[in-house]
C-alpha cells in the first residue's frame, strides 16, 4: 500500500523568495517519487523524479527535491520565485510492484505575489 | 511528436446521455491510464492497461468502461451520465516501468447537465 500527503493546500510567496511545498508518503516499497506541475487548463508536466540514485534531485526551471528517507519526506523547493511558478503542484508515488501503479497527492497550489 | 493526444477537450452533455472519450499516444508506451480530477482531490485513477487486451479498475471504476484493442488507443467510455461525472478527465501513458514517469494529454473537459 502506498499514499501521499501534500501539507499544504495552498502556499503563497513574493516573487524572488524561496518555495517550499511540503510532501509525505507512506510506501511498503523502496518508492519512486516524482513532482508533477499544472498550468492552468493544461495537462501535467514532470518537473523531476527520485528513483533510488541520489537522495536531491534537481528540476526544470530551478526545481529542486529532496529524499529524506528517515523522514518519509520529498519537499519540492526553488531560491526564487517567478511569477509564471505560479500554478498547481502535485507529488506522486509509483507502486514498483503494480506496473508503476501511481498515487497522487491532493495537490498544492502556488500563488506567487509581484 | 504528439505524445498523449485527447479529444474532445470539453463537452457538455445531459444526465442519461452516453459519450466516448478518446486518447491515443504515439511513445509506443505499454501502460495507459484514466484519472479524474476534481477540485482539492487531486488526481484518481479511473481504470488501466498495461498492454493491449488488458484493463483493470482503479479507484473510481463506476458508471466508466475501457477497452484496449491496439497499443496506440485507450479510449473511456460513459455508458450513462450523471451530474457527480463533471469533472477534468486526462489520459496518461507511460512505459510502465516505476521509476519512468507518465505523460499526460491536455484533458477533456466535461459537464453534465
Known amino acids: 500500500a502506498q499514499s501521499v500527503t501534500q501539507l499544504d493546500s495552498h502556499v503563497s510567496v513574493s516573487e524572488g523568495t524561496p518555495v517550499l511545498l511540503r510532501c509525505n508518503y507512506s510506501s511498503s516499497y523502496s518508492p519512486s517519487l516524482f513532482w508533477y506541475v499544472q498550468h492552468p487548463n493544461k495537462g501535467l508536466q514532470l518537473l523531476l523524479k527520485y528513483t533510488s540514485a541520489a537522495t536531491l534531485v534537481k528540476g526544470i526551471n530551478g526545481f529542486e527535491a529532496e529524499f529524506k528517507k528517515s523522514e518519509t519526506s520529498f519537499h519540492l523547493t526553488k531560491p526564487s520565485a517567478h511569477m509564471s511558478d505560479a500554478a498547481e503542484y502535485f507529488c506522486?508515488?509509483?507502486?514498483?510492484?503494480?506496473?508503476?501503479?501511481?498515487?497522487f497527492g491532493d495537490g498544492t497550489t502556488l500563488t506567487v505575489k509581484p | 511528436n504528439a505524445g498523449v493526444t485527447q479529444t474532445p477537450k470539453f463537452q457538455v452533455l445531459k444526465t442519461g446521455q452516453s459519450m466516448t472519450l478518446q486518447c491515443a499516444q504515439d511513445m509506443n508506451h505499454e501502460y495507459m491510464s484514466w484519472y479524474r480530477q476534481d477540485p482539492g482531490m487531486g488526481l484518481r485513477l479511473i481504470h488501466y492497461?498495461?498492454?493491449?487486451?488488458?484493463?483493470d479498475q482503479g479507484e473510481v471504476p463506476n458508471g466508466y468502461n475501457v477497452s484496449r484493442s491496439t497499443t496506440e488507443d485507450f479510449p473511456l467510455r460513459l455508458l450513462s451520465a450523471a451530474p457527480s461525472q463533471t469533472s477534468v478527465y486526462f489520459c496518461?501513458?507511460?512505459?510502465?516501468?516505476?521509476?519512468?514517469?507518465?505523460?499526460f494529454g491536455d484533458g477533456t473537459r466535461l459537464s453534465i447537465l
Open positions: 506522486v508515488v509509483s507502486d514498483p510492484t503494480n506496473a508503476g501503479k501511481s498515487t
Open positions: 496518461a501513458s507511460s512505459t510502465g516501468h516505476s521509476n519512468q514517469p507518465q505523460h
Open positions: 492497461s498495461v498492454g493491449a487486451g488488458i484493463t
